[in-house]
């Protein structure tokens, strides 16, 4: 069993920064891929930023030189640093992770989602 606990979102201005990070705990061997997906209400789930063990990223166009992704291995946690704001960014973050257990399984492993709102 693995859980992922994400944490930092909240309210902000347009314009403001948050920082969203994502623990991961349980049963793990080894994590490969994190990432940040989002959805806004009525919209489909997509794809924020990704990061791999090694280190390589993946960002959605609209987040490109706003959004950071990084991650520290050894305790198993994935950032989010989120630069200049829109109201367009307001959604239900949620943290991803491939992991696999200590059981040799492979499993693809959600969080709670944590709320950011960019609003006047």
């Known amino acids: 069993q693995v859980q992922l606990v994400e944490s930092g979102g909240g309210l902000v201005q347009p314009g403001g920064s948050l920082r969203l990070s994502c623990a991961a705990s349980g049963s793990i061997f080894s994590i490969n891929s994190m990432g940040w997906y989002r959805q806004a209400p009525g919209n489909q789930r997509e794809l924020v930023a990704s990061?791999?063990?090694?280190?390589?990223?993946k960002y959605a166009d609209s987040v490109k030189g706003r959004f950071t992704i990084s991650r520290d291995n050894a305790k198993n946690t994935v950032y989010l640093q989120m630069n200049s704001l829109k109201p367009e960014d307001t959604a239900l973050y949620y943290c991803n992770a491939g992991v696999q257990a200590m059981s040799g399984a492979m499993l693809t492993s959600w969080g709670q989602g944590t709320q950011v709102t960019v609003s006047s």
């Open positions: 990061i791999t063990r090694a280190g390589s990223t």
